[in-house]
Structure formats: C-alpha cells, structure tokens
C-alpha cells in the first residue's frame, strides 16, 4: 500500500469509529467530537472504560494491537452494562460493530463506577492469557525469539537439534510488515496448517537501531529471499510471501555489502584474499576414501566422522522385517536372494535386528564418500592407513541453471564460482548485458522496480538508463557444511531486510533430533552455551543451576526471618 492508499485506510476507520461510538462518548460525559480525532480519541477512550492511557501504545505496535483491539471492544461494552459471555463473543465475531448497534440503541447508559475486576474465573483466566500472549509477542519480535535448528546446513558449527536464542536487538529488530497475523506462529498455524496471516495490507519497511552492524562471518537467521513455499519441507505448487512470513533461514554471512567474493576450488576468497573464518567455525567437504582392503566404518566413526552411508546385506528379509527396519533405510538394491539396504553413519539398530532374527552382515566397500572437516580428515590420515583421501572439488566449468544467477551463460558451481560483487546501498553500476542477469532481481523484486530490456538498452520505470543505483544492503550467505547447504550458491543475495536477528545462546541441545523422541539424547556440553567463542565450549548450565540454588536459600531465609521478626 502507498501512502495515499494508507491515508484513505486510515481515515476510514477513524470514521467507522466516529459513526459507531459517538453517541456513547456523550453517554459518558465526553464531547461526541472527541471522538472524531484521531489517537486524542483513543486516550479519551481510555478514560471512559478506566484503563490506563499506555495501552494506547500497544495499538501502534503490529500483531499486538490485533489483540489490544478485542481486548478494548469488550472493556467498551461492558463500559454500558454488557457484561454477559456471549455479548463479548458477539462484539469479537462481528468485528466490534456490535459497539455500533450499542451506540444507537435507545436504552444504553454509562456506568461511571463499574466493577473492573472479572466476573469469573474463565474472565479472569482468558485476561491472562490475552496479556501473556502479547508479552510473549513484544518479546518475540523485537528482543529475543527461540529458534530450533532442522536442517545441517552449518553442521559442525550448529549442529541439527540445537536450540537457539536469536537476538533481534543486535541489528536492530524489524518492525513487523504484515499487521493482520497469528501470534506466536510463522507462516502456518498448527493443527489446521493454513496460512497464519492476511497478505494486505502491507506495512512499509522500518528496523529499529540496532547497537551492532552484519560483520563478515556472523551467523546470522534472515528469511529466504526466494522463498515460494507455504509449508517448510512440503513439496507444492509456489506462493508469494510477505517478507517477514518467508521461511527462516540460518547460515554464515561470509561476505558483506561491497565485497567482491569468489569461490576457488572450494576456498571462499573476499577482495582477494582469503578468507579467515572464526575459530569455532567447523567448516565440512565431502571426501572419497579409497582402499582395496575396504573401509571400515567403526575406523570413521572412531575420528568424529559420522555423515556417510553404510550398506548392509540381509539373507533372511522379509516383507515384515523390511517394514521394521524401513524407518533406518535411506536406499536399498538387487534381490530378495541378494539384498542390501543402505543406512546413515548410525546404521541398523542392533537390538531390533536381533529381534527380528534377521542374519546381517555390513559389507566392506572399497569407496566411500564422507562428509567431514578437514581436521578429522588429517587424525583419520594420521592414525589409519587408507590407499587414498582426496577432497571432492566440483572443477567442471558447465553452463547450468542449478546455481545462482540460474542462467546457462554462467559456468559457475559449488567449489568455483564468482567473482562477483556484493551490492552495497547508494553504489552504483553499469547496466549491461554482462551483470543484467546477476541484478535483475534485486532491481525487480527486492527494490520494486519495473525493468524492461531491448536489445542493450534497460528502461527502469519506463525511463532508459545505462546506470543502477541500490537501495539497501545486501549480503552473501553460505553453510559451514560446504556440499549439504542451500545457500547463497544456488538463489542469490541476501537483501537486508530479510535480516532477522543474531544467534546467540544455545539453551538446548538434542542428539538425534529427527529420529523421534525415543532416540533423543541431550548433548549437555552444549547446553546454556554461546553460539560463537574461542576456546574450548563452555556449558553455563551448572552456573545457572547454581545461582538458582543460592537465590532459593536466600528466599528460604529470608522468608524464615520475616517469620521470626513477626512473631516478636
């Protein structure tokens, strides 16, 4: 919505709110004008139905003010003696035109001197509820918001089944674009899986200030700028999202607006050098272990490796025991006589296969691909006698559409790729066909613009111009686990604002997280840890467990020392 489209919208309700309850401002001993002025009304307001004047901030403040308004509506009717259950329902369900009805109604009169406590206990429990909710959303949306990580995107550095605490106050939290949405949920809500939000009308984009800039390589949790899907993992036809209802994405800000990036042979390089990640950054390839002896994987496992697959031969399948073991399988092949089933790194569960009388045995290949960190590649060289390990470099230059900018004149992938420069806000470039394809989209899409190219010439709405300038700042984000992310490689830039927030604290951590509940085991070494540091991780956990322990023996004495001194 422009502005002349927020102005007609915003003067329509200051007079659906004039017609409907100037009657009753009188009724109260108010002016009827009074209510005609817009926010002056919402203070007078407040003083008719005694609640105090912040709650007139909390209508400014998107989401919330959803629930302040229902909230209001029913302190407005009872304000007049409609103090009945179905009489809120009603003014909730009709959108708060049932004030209107109340404000020409013959027999309606003010009572100045209303009890404002409840009149039950569900009055009293659903108030509660309303406020929790909209504490809870403040807190969500501009301090900090829980997040739990699903995907291996920066395995090792975060790993699956951590539970994050993301900072929004750090870049300065966004205020929220989409006004009419569902707290405390995303894009779905649960159970009903619909859309948990109305796609108009759009707020304008405002970040509050922030106390720290996007530095290169932060972590960062930003929504996917190429978002088309309504349900995360759930495979159908593409929708468009508002900004802040895309789904959220975390992964590392390996080059800043301005940079010049370029991948070489899986080595990420920033204006030429190369560059230096953190020491907690766990960065992971893909290998190929090679040996005519075969390979095993008790020898991977025992060096930290755990991301390969292992292949099993079973001669006694069934249908029944294939059925018991499927939720282990990634893949299977040859015959009921021959059968093999591949697994990850955890393979077949011991106690079930022997339950299930089955006759297993792992087979010792002779290649086998590993997802790892360069670190526990050297211990397994070091310790273990292999015929070879070599890293796995995509070096085939083939034009495709796989990666970003998704044009066949690009020859880039995964290991090399670039150089390309990262847009900074108030640059500007040449427009040519050369870089067209690389901005087309933030021309188009993230900055608005209606773009035309004929020939060499680019009209941008519908004036011909030979130069761009950006709006805002973008950013380039990869995983740490360089072969398992979809990341910056394959969509492009990260404008900012998609930027949500920082992650700062791990609060939980969960083994297994996928697997089921039964197979959860907590990673206690990460627990109440920090996302980013230097040397060895420290868990805060038996601090905290402590410090409550000395704030519960402070009370206890407290309280029996307030017990003594009564008594005397």
Not at 13 to 35: D, N
Not at 307 to 319: H, S, V, W
Not at 342 to 367: C, D, N, Q, Y
Request: glycine fraction near 6%.
């Amino acid at each position: 919505m422009d502005f002349t489209e927020w102005l007609i919208f915003i003067l329509s309700l200051q007079l659906i709110h004039f017609t409907g309850t100037w009657r009753l401002y009188s009724k109260a001993g108010k002016k009827s004008w009074e209510s005609a002025v817009p926010i002056y009304n919402a203070f007078v307001l407040m003083d008719i139905i005694k609640r105090p004047k912040w709650w007139v901030f909390l209508l400014f403040i998107p989401v919330v003010n959803i629930m302040m308004l229902g909230v209001i509506w029913i302190e407005t009717i009872r304000s007049y003696g409609k103090n009945s259950t179905l009489q809120s329902i009603l003014v909730i369900i009709t959108l708060g035109f049932y004030i209107m009805f109340i404000n020409y109604s013959k027999n309606v009169n003010y009572i100045n001197k209303r009890n404002l406590d409840h009149h039950s206990a569900f009055g009293e429990w659903m108030s509660s509820m309303i406020f929790a909710i909209m504490a809870a959303t403040l807190v969500h949306t501009y301090f900090i918001q829980p997040f739990i990580i699903p995907t291996g995107s920066l395995e090792k550095s975060l790993l699956i089944g951590d539970f994050l605490f993301v900072s929004k106050f750090h870049y300065g939290a966004r205020v929220p674009t989409t006004p009419f949405a569902t707290p405390m949920v995303h894009d779905t809500i649960p159970i009903l899986k619909t859309r948990s939000y109305l796609n108009k009308p759009q707020l304008p984009f405002l970040r509050l200030p922030g106390f720290q800039k996007i530095k290169r390589n932060d972590i960062v949790v930003f929504n996917w700028p190429a978002d088309t899907v309504r349900q995360f993992f759930v495979r159908e036809k593409g929708v468009r999202k508002p900004i802040d209802k895309k789904s959220n994405y975390v992964k590392r800000c390996v080059g800043i607006s301005g940079d010049t990036l370029e991948i070489k042979n899986g080595v990420i390089y920033i204006n030429n050098l190369q560059n230096i990640l953190p020491e907690w950054a766990k960065i992971q390839h893909t290998y190929t272990v090679y040996d005519n002896n075969g390979i095993s994987s008790r020898k991977l496992l025992k060096y930290g490796i755990n991301d390969f697959e292992r292949e099993y031969r079973i001669k006694n399948i069934t249908q029944s025991s294939f059925d018991a073991l499927l939720p282990y399988i990634i893949g299977r092949k040859g015959t009921v006589e021959e059968f093999s089933v591949f697994t990850t790194a955890k393979g077949l569960p011991i106690e079930l296969v022997r339950s299930l009388g089955l006759k297993v045995s792992e087979l010792m290949t002779k290649k086998k691909v590993i997802n790892s960190t360069y670190k526990n590649v050297l211990e397994l060289q070091s310790f273990e006698k292999f015929d070879s390990i070599n890293r796995n470099i995509s070096k085939n230059k083939t034009p495709n559409e796989s990666f970003f900018p998704n044009r066949i004149t690009f020859d880039w992938n995964e290991d090399n790729f670039g150089p390309i420069i990262i847009p900074k806000k108030g640059a500007k470039i040449l427009l040519d066909k050369k870089n067209y394809p690389l901005y087309k989209k933030i021309i188009e899409e993230y900055e608005s613009n209606e773009m035309t190219r004929k020939d060499n010439k680019f009209f941008i709405q519908g004036k011909e111009l030979s130069t761009y300038t950006f709006k805002q700042n973008y950013y380039w984000m990869m995983g740490d686990n360089r072969h398992r992310s979809e990341d910056s490689r394959f969509w492009g830039f990260v404008p900012e604002d998609h930027v949500m927030g920082k992650p700062v604290f791990i609060w939980m951590s969960i083994d297994g997280f996928n697997d089921g509940w039964k197979n959860w085991k907590i990673r206690w070494n990460r627990v109440f840890s920090v996302v980013n540091g230097q040397g060895d991780r420290t868990s805060y956990l038996p601090h905290f467990l402590i410090l409550i322990g000395v704030w519960q023996i402070f009370a206890f004495i407290k309280k029996k020392y307030r017990s003594k001194k009564n008594k005397i």
